[in-house]
């Protein structure tokens, strides 16, 4: 079946288990390719980027007809055109900052991350409504938020375990147990720095090291986090938080945007000491450890300022 169609038989099926109108609707078919149209440029750009580097493009090429059904299952939550902006920005920071294996390892849990969220039977609950919600609704959203993000990384681990063996075994030299193991150990951690900003209190078990071994994660965490920096992601937000498109908008969610990260900065200075914190070496008090990380946010704050 073509990826597209199965996709939204998928996101049928998903709405009659929560026992939601279950039909496509014409608007589901046009968000969707609306959706496709948009991770066209990235999802280029990308490829571009990973020429000299044919194993990485072959795998993505394979995996990526699989990999869409499940994002669309999901797009309400997670648009389809998150994911090729995170691989390309993942591209971008790991053709200069890791080791060939490790970009191959970073790109291909890129594509993978969010695979799980259509799947979740817990709904997705934004920094942002929590932090307007009425203090007695605070707990409750707190802990579901915090259930809902391990959900769905437990969950896009499983998937993307089977998919990444049925790879190997076609393409037996392609990827290594280890590359997988890596793949598996980013896709069902990559949310956790996000956790201590829905707890009350900082338990450094979520947060990352400063060492070689939590490097490519931390690569990864920029890649995802510089979607909340494109106009696109800040789009995204507005839409989630039904908010107008407007120039004075765009501007406030960047600045809320920004917040998180300079929120996930303040948590890391809670759990590790002044010694520790220059270790990381993290830009500007934003979560950029990476050269290349940063330079890329400078630039899309620099454009949406613009």
């Known amino acids: ?89 993942m591209a971008q920071i790991g053709l200069l900052e890791v080791s060939p294996v490790d970009l191959k390892r970073g790109v291909l849990a890129a594509v993978l991350h969010d695979i799980g969220i259509g799947d979740c039977s817990l709904p997705k609950i934004s920094e942002a409504s929590i932090k307007r919600a009425e203090p007695a609704e605070k707990s409750r959203l707190r802990r579901d938020g915090i ?34 193991s890596v793949i598996l150990e980013i896709v069902g951690s990559h949310d956790y720095s996000k956790i201590p900003l829905m ?12 060492g070689p071994r939590d490097w490519l994660k931390q690569c990864h965490w920029e890649a995802d986090a510089l979607w909340m920096l494109t106009p696109a992601g800040i789009l995204v937000d507005l839409e989630r938080e039904r908010e107008e498109n407007t120039a004075a908008n765009r501007h406030e969610k960047l600045k809320f945007n920004l917040g998180l990260h300079r929120q996930i900065i303040d948590l890391y200075s809670e759990a590790y000491s002044p010694a520790e914190m220059q270790q990381f070496g993290f830009h500007d008090g934003l979560l950029y450890r990476s050269e290349t990380g940063y330079q890329l946010a400078k630039q899309l704050i620099r454009s949406l300022h613009d």
């Not at 078919?29 to 194993?55: K, S, V």
């Not at 769905?152 to 075994?169: C, F, N, P, T, V």
């Not at 707890?199 to 400063?210: A, F, N």
């Open 1 to 89: 079946m073509d990826p597209v169609e199965l996709g939204l038989q998928m996101l049928q099926d998903r709405r009659r288990i929560l026992g939601q109108p279950c039909g496509v609707t014409p608007h589901d078919r046009t968000r969707i390719a609306t959706q496709l149209e948009l991770a066209a440029e990235p999802w280029a750009q990308a490829r571009q980027l990973l020429e000299a580097h044919r194993d990485i493009v072959a795998a993505l090429d394979a995996l990526w007809p699989q990999i869409l059904p499940y994002l669309i299952k999901g797009n309400e939550v997670s648009p389809v055109h998150h994911i090729p902006y995170v691989v390309c920005f």
């Open 147 to 180: 259930a809902s993000r391990l959900e769905h990384m437990k969950l896009g681990a499983e998937i993307s375990r089977g998919l990444l063996r049925d790879y190997q075994q076609q393409s037996p030299a392609a990827l290594a147990d280890e590359d997988i």
């Open 199 to 210: 707890e009350d209190h900082v338990d450094r078990k979520w947060l990352l090291g400063s």
